[in-house]
């Protein structure tokens, strides 16, 4: 008798299983994307002009930038703002040009001491700060007065994804779909 109740038991399993009703309705149609990223934008924004101010009582310079000056990017708590700083135009061996972005933070080894570019941000800016072991009273306007710095504006969805490497910012342009010329040229006042 056990065996027939298993046999019978297995057979009701397998029969319940395999039953099939009718399909639904097929749903909406989705949009095309590239891993769930569809519709994601960042942007970069190139800010020239940029003269820090001296803060003695600290031994730094900083640079304040409102994202109301240089953008309508909404920028919310949880994106990633990545800075670099121009530092040089390089000739490429196809007789082209390129400039050369160092990412923020940046430190600069030079014979008084260290330097460091670093910055903080929030939703509506971001500060730029030049920091060092040594008295930054005497640094040279090169570091100071003059500067670009491009922001980029990568969406928390899209820095969450993991997708990037930002240590170069041709990397991070190239994994927003960003092209040279999507950048905004802002000069500063």
Sequence with gaps: MNKISIALGAFLSIFLISCEGDPGPVGPPGLDG???LDGIQGQVVEVDNVNFDWFPDMNNFS???????????????SDAVLVYRYVDTVDLDDGTT??????????????????????????????IFIDGNFDLSTLSTEFTDNQ???????????????KMDVSNLGNVMSALGIGEAQVQKIDLP
């Design 34 to 36: 590239l891993d769930g």
């Design 63 to 77: 640079a304040l930038i409102n994202f109301g000056d240089v953008t309508d990017f909404e920028v919310i708590e």
């Design 98 to 127: 390129a400039d050369i972005w160092s990412q923020i933070p940046q430190n600069y080894f030079l014979a008084e001491g260290t330097l460091q570019y670093v910055f903080e941000h929030t939703r509506v800016d971001v500060e």
């Design 148 to 162: 670009s710095f491009r922001i980029v504006f990568v969406p928390s969805e899209f820095a969450q994804a993991g």
